[in-house]
Nanobody
């Protein structure tokens, strides 16, 4: 069964940057649409960004548009979330999620369709 592993979280000052990674040890992410979600204390899980399995189409939540970038490196079997100009409201646990959807060009930004989830990585933006 596919296991997703996130890494790259940490404590950063406002305006700083982090790069989160999502990998699947022992499996290929080819054919998987990948989404990044986050959950702050007392809030519901929300979609941050996602990338389609085919053509690499991407989508971003309005709150992160222009600051975050999602991309794949197939040579490393990894999907990244580059986060720049971080704000305190970006604080939360970040999860990557996968859905096997070969040939699918659309981007999925809601959590329910995803079948596989990582355990999350904590991102804290604070001075």
């Amino acid at each position: 069964q596919l296991q997703l592993v996130e890494s790259g979280g940490g404590l950063v000052q406002p305006g700083g940057s982090l790069r989160l990674s999502c990998t699947a040890p022992g499996f290929t992410l080819d054919g998987y649409g990948i989404g990044w979600f986050r959950q702050a204390p007392g809030k519901e899980r929300e979609g941050v960004s996602a990338i389609s399995s085919t053509e690499g189409n991407t989508f971003y939540a309005d709150s992160v548009k222009g600051r975050f970038t999602i991309f794949r490196d197939n040579t490393k079997n990894t999907v990244y979330l580059q986060m720049n100009s971080l704000k305190p409201e970006d604080t939360g646990v970040y999860y990557c999620a996968g859905r096997y959807s070969p040939g699918l060009r659309i981007v999925i930004m809601t959590p329910d369709p995803y079948d596989y989830w990582g355990h999350g990585t904590q991102v804290t933006v604070s001075s």
